[in-house]
């Protein structure tokens, strides 16, 4: 039994698997084929969710399988994982044979080498070896790359090179991949992902954590001023903005207004503009002022709840109205004075000199509604993201050097013939893009040949 | 709008060269090809102008942006990329039957974008960004790419099976070589590739920027890597013994289908982040 694959040892035939292309290609396909199901089946829903859609032995068998969130699955990962140990012992087998042939190329065109080569031709000079050899080596420095020049019993052998970098844009690529992953790694074990709202007015040092509930201390505190919303005339919403800032040890050492894709960084912290609502009902704002129009100050009326006025008495506001009688929004008040009957009327908004007409000693005017929003930010700390840039950044080089260079050898031999005149040989290679390449020969082919003493 | 005056004229530019190019390819007239070559220039020359245009109104407006977001202007972007990416495959291998592969992608788009709304929208808080221009603009050259390809990959898997039979007559004796279709399949690739995960990777920028992750595995970001991971199994393929030829060709087409997929099932058929799509 002569055959090779029954000689190889178990341990080669392992190698051979994980070395081998086909595989790299199936786990590509089936990496495909499989992510498409997350798309499908909605992932990371409450459970509730789930058996809306699935009949229960569908749902337990889909649970069981981790496709709610099988991104993150056993499966999943054990898959990448494969992936990644394919991509790597492909890099070391192949990696050293690439870089011994960079290293010490064939700077000599014997016949063998001129055998396998498409592209030659020859051709014959009177002179000498030397005087000829020197010719060249200028021709090729100038029109492809400085030659390295060895000479042999009777022979004289140039070699020339470029874009040698071609052959290392696979692995750079290759190594790219494996960057990314070790970034994405260390973001998941030394960062976390939260989100949290914050009250206008209001501070949090402390942000649940996403998936487990956990709380994450920030070891400074956040507070928000002010949060508002711009819209467009046409009524679509403009800006987020939450006026937001840093505090440590109750001093403000970072004020920054923040807006979706603009977020605010302190110590590796990140906080961006992710949501918004109204936090708590709404007040009533009601400026008063005396008879003779001097003002006195601002209140804010929460729904029923007394508010005293020096001197004067208590108001409450029982109801609001968004279009009162056709007189647009109106908010109705009662106030009570030490031992009157209560007074009830209604105040317009758009008509703020409406209550002089009760000609009391104090007059309020509705300012309209206002609520207070709470901002809702993401946070996120990620001490990865840097690696992962890093390796998208290799992805991108390593793509276009192995796509877009290529690496393009030239030799040329020079032997006395028996004629007395020097025999020369011309030879090129590139491996990849042959066809640009074979015009680029054509023309150094030229060149060289119409080279005169 | 005449920005949109100019994109229904470059449809029906389209559509005549499609139509020219495949009245070409059934009389056999090559001359009836090169005047589609000269729409085609045409049509590339409008919906330039119709772009650069629809920038200037969208400033008219007070608006000012550029004209890359949402499904309308994709699809028109898209459409313009194919056009100019076809005119130079057909320039450069100075074959024309590749037209009638080719062109109708670019012409079908443009229909489907006919029909969708093209008034030009204020940008909502989460697209105003700079990373949408370097996000689109490569995710679109490369789906660009994509489109030649596959129809290219078409173009080989009716030649190879003729040229199995060895027969060289009919219509599809008129195409290019296989050896030399499978170069274009492949070179459309290598053009693609690398914009597409360009593209990927702004988006991840982008994402990480606006929300603080930049990959979620939200149905949009998974379907750009299906995309990805299908065309570097077409690049393995293509170097290894068993697999180049037929087996890559078809990778290609399952590439664009995917591409296709990503691009407008996902906003149409799944939910997601992703802005334009009807939504």
Redesign the interface.
Do not use: R
């Given at each position: 039994m002569a055959d090779e694959k029954r000689t190889l040892s178990p341990m080669d035939r392992v190698w051979n698997f994980f070395t081998s292309?086909?595989l790299?290609?199936v786990t590509?396909?089936v990496?495909?084929a499989t992510?498409?199901l997350?798309?499908?089946i909605?992932?990371n829903q409450p459970p509730e969710k789930y058996h809306q859609v699935y009949e229960d032995w569908a749902f337990a068998i889909l649970d069981r399988l981790n496709m709610f969130d099988m991104?993150h699955s056993m499966w999943f990962l054990l898959m990448l994982v494969l992936f990644t140990v394919n991509l790597s012992c492909c890099t070391i087998d192949r990696f050293p044979r690439m870089l011994k042939v960079v290293r010490n190329p064939r700077t000599k065109l014997d016949e063998n080498l001129e055998k396998t080569l498409s592209l030659s031709d020859r051709w014959k000079k009177k002179g000498t070896l030397s005087e000829w050899a020197g010719k060249y080596a200028e021709t090729l420095s100038a029109s492809f790359a400085k030659p390295t020049v060895t000479g042999t019993d009777g022979q004289v052998h140039l070699y020339a090179e470029t874009g040698v970098a071609s052959r290392f844009g696979v692995y750079v690529t290759h190594l790219s991949i494996i960057i990314i992953f070790i970034g994405?790694i260390i973001g998941n074990v030394a960062g976390f992902?939260g989100y949290v709202n914050i009250p206008e007015g209001e501070s949090i040092a402390k942000v649940p954590v996403r998936g487990g509930g956990l709380m994450q201390d920030l070891g400074f505190t956040v507070r928000c001023n002010a949060f508002s919303l711009e819209t467009?005339p046409?009524g679509?919403?403009?800006?987020?903005k939450s006026d937001l800032s840093v505090l440590e040890g109750g001093r403000e050492v970072l004020r920054k207004t923040i807006?979706?894709?603009d977020?605010l960084q302190y110590k590796g912290i990140?906080f961006?503009?992710?949501s918004y609502g109204q936090a708590g009902g709404a007040t009533a704002q009601v400026t008063v002022s005396r008879k003779d129009g001097t003002p006195t100050g601002a209140i804010a009326l929460a729904p029923n709840e007394p508010v005293p006025i020096d001197g004067y008495g208590i108001v409450r506001g029982v109801n609001y109205d968004q279009n009162f009688q056709g007189n647009g929004p109106a908010l109705h008040v009662v106030v009570e004075k030490p031992g009157k009957p209560s007074a009830s009327f209604w105040l317009l908004q758009a008509r703020p000199d409406l209550d002089r007409q009760r000609n009391d000693s104090v007059i309020f005017s509705f300012g309209g509604l206002s609520s207070k929003m709470f901002t809702g930010l993401?946070?996120?700390k990620?001490p990865g993201?840097n690696i992962?840039?890093l390796g998208?950044a290799l992805?991108?080089i390593g793509?276009?050097m192995a796509?877009?260079l290529s690496h393009q050898r030239v030799w040329v031999r020079l032997a006395q013939g028996t004629d007395g005149r020097v025999e020369v040989v011309l030879a090129g290679a590139a491996s990849r893009n042959r066809l640009a390449f074979e015009k680029r020969f054509e023309k150094l082919q030229t060149g060289v040949k119409a080279v005169e003493k | 709008m005449s920005n949109v005056i100019l994109f229904n004229l470059t449809t029906v530019l389209f559509g005549v060269a499609s139509a020219l190019y495949l009245g070409a390819l059934y009389a056999k007239n090559d001359k009836i090809s090169g005047v589609g070559t000269w729409v085609c220039v045409l049509a590339a020359v409008v919906s330039t102008a119709a772009l650069g245009v629809r920038w200037y109104e969208s400033y008219q407006m007070g608006i000012g942006r550029i004209p890359v977001t949402n499904l309308y202007e994709s699809l028109v972007f898209f459409a313009w990329a194919v056009n100019l990416f076809y005119l130079i495959v057909e320039r450069k291998y100075r074959n024309r039957t590749f037209g009638a592969f080719v062109m109708p992608i670019a012409f079908f788009t443009m229909l489907f974008a006919v029909y969708n709304d093209s008034s030009i929208?204020?940008l909502?808080?989460?697209l105003?960004?700079y990373?949408l221009h370097a996000h689109v603009i490569t995710c679109f050259v490369g789906y660009a790419a994509f489109a030649v390809s596959a129809g290219v990959a078409l173009m080989y898997l009716l030649k190879s099976k003729q040229e199995a039979a060895k027969i060289n007559t009919g219509v599809v004796g008129l195409l290019p070589a296989c050896k030399v279709l499978d170069d274009i399949v492949y070179r459309a690739i290598?053009w693609g590739?690398?914009f597409l995960?360009?593209g990927i990777?702004t988006g991840?920028?982008?994402a990480?920027?606006?929300?603080?992750?930049?990959?979620s595995?939200d149905?949009k970001e998974?379907?750009s890597?299906?995309v990805w991971?299908?065309y570097?199994?077409f690049l393995?393929?293509r170097?290894?013994r068993g697999?180049h030829g037929k087996r890559a060709a078809i990778l290609s087409i399952v590439g664009f289908l995917?591409t296709i997929m990503c691009y407008l099932g996902?906003n149409l058929v799944?939910?997601g982040l992703h802005s334009y799509g009807g939504g």
């Open positions: 292309v086909k790299a290609i590509l396909i990496l495909a992510s498409i997350g798309t499908i909605e992932q991104y994405a992902k467009y046409s679509q919403p403009k800006a987020y807006v979706v894709n977020p990140w961006y503009q992710s993401q946070v996120a990620d993201v992962v840039w998208c992805m991108v793509l276009i796509f877009f | 929208q204020p909502v808080p989460a105003q960004s990373w290598i590739f690398p995960t360009a990777i991840a920028a982008w990480n920027y606006a929300w603080g992750t930049y990959w595995w149905p998974t379907w890597l299906i991971l299908v570097a199994a393995h393929a170097v290894t697999w995917a996902v799944l939910s």
